[in-house]
């Protein structure tokens, strides 16, 4: 997989929590070919030092 098929299927799991079996069936690849980068990945999301913006809850008026 190219750099930005790898990193569309990455965060497509991350965010939208798609299984890496049906991200590799979509992508034409073997399952481990799209595990290997969420993996590296996956440290870097939930260590807790992304951000994540504010609610602003609204107006009682």
């Known amino acids: 997989m190219i750099f930005v098929d790898r990193l569309l299927a990455t965060l497509v799991h991350l965010r939208h929590g798609v299984t890496h079996d049906a991200l590799a069936c979509r992508f034409g690849v073997d399952r481990s070919t799209v ?5 590296r990945c996956g440290p870097c999301s939930r260590s807790g030092r992304h951000h994540q913006p504010r609610r602003v809850a609204a107006n009682a008026s």
């Open 35 to 39: 595990t290997r980068p969420s993996a």
